[in-house]
Nanobody, 114 residues
Framework: VLLEESGGGLVQAGGSLRLSCAASGNIFSINAVGWYRQAPGKHRELVATITAGRSVNYADAVKGRFAISRDDAVYTVYLQMNNLKLEDKAVYYC?????????WGQGTQVTVSS
């Protein structure tokens, strides 16, 4: 499984971005896809996940502001981020869980300015 993130960039606080995670390879082995983020000097943390059955889960810090969705026709998972805050600045990584291992993308930088 290969994962490629896109959509990061610079945005002012209160603005929006949409991240995309395009999957290729043995995509039918994927049980769930998640978005994680890692800010400088901090551990990588869960942002949101979506399962093959479309069950979703969010970190408390992003509930009500972020939305994860998937388009199976193009094998892509999205993270819509609204009302971005300074503390949302991080590298965002896409993650795919299969029965045998977890795959990670290279990450996309999100920078929020005041």
């Amino acid at each position: 499984v290969l994962l490629e993130e896109s959509g990061g960039g610079l945005v002012q606080a209160g603005g929006s971005l949409r991240l995309s995670c395009a999957a290729s390879g043995n995509i039918f082995s994927i049980n769930a896809v998640g978005w994680y983020r890692q800010a400088p000097g901090k551990h990588r943390e869960l942002v949101a996940t979506i399962t093959a059955g479309r069950s979703v889960n969010y970190a408390d810090a992003v509930k009500g502001r972020f939305a994860i969705s998937r388009d199976d026709a193009v094998y892509t998972v999205y993270l819509q981020m609204n009302n971005l805050k300074l503390e949302d600045k991080a590298v965002y990584y896409c993650n795919a869980d299969t029965d045998f291992r977890t795959y990670w993308g290279q990450g996309t930088q999100v920078t929020v300015s005041s």
